[in-house]
């Protein structure tokens, strides 16, 4: 029973298979599911300093793709959220991501609201590759940004 356990762990190791994880992780953490993909880019980039820009691409990728699963999702829910949208709380949150559009995707790298954001604009119907360009630029900052800041504050890594 054990052995199981140290094969996968062994197949999800970052150094053998650093950036389809990172991608596996980024594309999970893009959905609904309560996940952080900057600790797995974190680490890869820890242990292969020289993947900096393909794992700030890969992990960039599969966040984009996990949002536009979002966005699918709220497509596909348009109806069953229907009957909740004339609390004024939610016909204002409505009516400010209609009046911005799919530049309202940019904030989809937010922790908490940033996922639900993406659903919401697919549930609203909005345009689905310029909420996918929005959400890829969003999140592509977000990357560059806290990577560069977590290797300046832990430069020699993070000691366990």
Same mark, same amino acid.
């Given at each position: 029973m054990e052995a199981w356990i140290h094969q996968l762990l062994a197949? @999800? !190791?970052?150094?053998?298979?650093?950036?389809? %994880?990172?991608?596996?992780?980024? $594309?999970?953490?893009? %959905?609904?599911l309560p996940m952080g993909?900057? =600790? !797995?880019?974190?680490g890869l980039i820890k242990l292969n300093p020289d993947l900096f820009w393909a794992g #700030?691409?890969?992990a960039t990728a599969g966040n984009t793709l996990g949002g536009a699963l979002s966005w699918a999702?709220?497509?596909?829910? *348009?109806? @069953?959220? !229907?009957?909740v949208? *004339?609390?004024?709380? *939610?016909?204002? !949150?409505?009516?400010?991501?209609?009046?911005?559009? =799919?530049k309202a995707c940019l904030l989809?790298?937010?922790p908490v609201i940033g996922d639900p954001l993406c659903a919401v604009a697919g549930w609203l119907?909005?345009?689905?590759? =310029?909420?996918?360009?929005y959400m890829a630029?969003?999140? $592509?900052?977000?990357? #560059?940004?806290? %990577? %560069?800041?977590l290797l300046q504050i832990f430069p020699g890594g993070l000691k366990f």
């Open positions: 197949e @999800l !190791a970052l150094p053998k298979f650093g950036l389809s %994880t990172l991608f596996i992780v980024s $594309f999970i953490s893009a %959905t609904l993909s900057e =600790p !797995a880019l974190f #700030v691409w890969v999702m709220g497509l596909g829910s *348009h109806q @069953l959220v !229907a009957k949208r *004339h609390y004024p709380v *939610h016909v204002r !949150a409505l009516d400010w991501l209609k009046r911005i559009g =799919p989809s790298w937010l119907k909005l345009p689905f590759w =310029p909420c996918l360009i630029v969003g999140k $592509f900052l977000r990357y #560059v940004v806290m %990577t %560069t800041v």
